[in-house]
């Protein structure tokens, strides 16, 4: 009987490299970072590799109705809202570079997260959602008690954003920082209202992407604050039409 082997036998023709030895204690842990700055760091683009991630995953999910609509609208503007607070650090945005580059050296294909954050916003705030009232609703007519209430405030909302948006043109407010929230709120509550595509709507949805795309305290052109403030007076008007 041939005595069992305790390891497996090595071929006669190999002779161990010395040369190729650990040179460190592989017990050791090894270090990212060697200093609490660079920690940071480290950590503030994980955050953006994991929100990116998240992000894709969360479009994928709602494309095949496998989230509620709201669950997805608050995991979407809560993940956007991060990922904009983390880049308003400069260091951190030297780091990133941009998107591109980010998914380019981490070898990321999130294409849905991309396109989420070129807009700024969730689906669901670009179009209506099924639950908003309308124009019948709106105006009162064959709405009784509190829901015609409601509709009433909902107009009243929609009216003040866009007067507070348009007053900001005239005062002057032109950086991305200062416009992008109040045409935010134009959208939203203009959604509330109807889900009717009403003439120049499409406009808003158009200067939020191009806001967005801006730097945070980067500021419109005098003929840019021009132009935005016929496209937003226009679709006012053509949301106005809706109500008659």
């Given at each position: 009987m041939i005595p069992r082997q305790a390891y497996a036998p090595t071929p006669h023709s190999y002779v161990p490299n010395s040369a190729l030895s650990a040179t460190i204690n592989l017990d050791e842990e090894v270090r990212?970072?060697?200093?609490?700055?660079?920690?940071?760091?480290?950590d503030s683009l994980a955050e953006l590799f994991s929100i990116l991630v998240t992000l894709d995953e969360l479009e994928k999910a709602f494309l095949k109705d496998a989230i509620p609509e709201a669950d997805y609208t608050e995991i979407c503007e809560r993940s956007l809202k991060q990922?904009?607070?983390?880049?308003?650090?400069?260091?951190?945005?030297?780091?990133?570079?941009?998107?591109?580059?980010?998914?380019?050296?981490?070898?990321?294909?999130?294409?849905?997260?991309?396109?989420?954050?070129?807009?700024g916003m969730p689906s669901t705030a670009l179009t209506a959602?099924?639950?908003t009232a309308g124009p019948s609703?709106?105006?009162?007519?064959?709405?009784?008690?509190g829901g015609g209430n409601t509709s009433g405030a909902l107009i009243l909302e929609a009216t003040q954003d866009f007067i507070?948006?348009?007053?900001?043109?005239?005062?002057?407010?032109?950086?991305?920082?200062?416009?992008?929230?109040?045409?935010?709120?134009?959208i939203q509550s203009v959604n509330k209202v109807t889900d009717r595509d009403f003439e120049n709507r499409g406009k808003i949805v158009q200067w939020l992407i191009a806001l967005n795309q801006m730097r945070a305290t980067e500021e419109l052109s005098e003929a840019q604050a021009r132009e935005l403030e016929l496209d937003i007076n226009a679709a006012y008007q053509g949301f106005k039409s809706t109500l008659t």
């Open positions: 990212l970072a060697t200093t609490r700055a660079e920690r940071d760091l480290q990922y904009n607070a983390i880049l308003a650090d400069e260091g951190v945005a030297r780091a990133f570079v941009g998107i591109e580059e980010f998914k380019a050296e981490w070898d990321l294909e999130v294409p849905r997260a991309t396109e989420r954050i070129r807009v959602s099924a639950g609703q709106a105006t009162g007519g064959g709405g009784g008690g507070t948006f348009l007053d900001a043109l005239r005062l002057g407010l032109l950086a991305k920082d200062q416009l992008h929230p109040l045409l935010t709120d134009v």
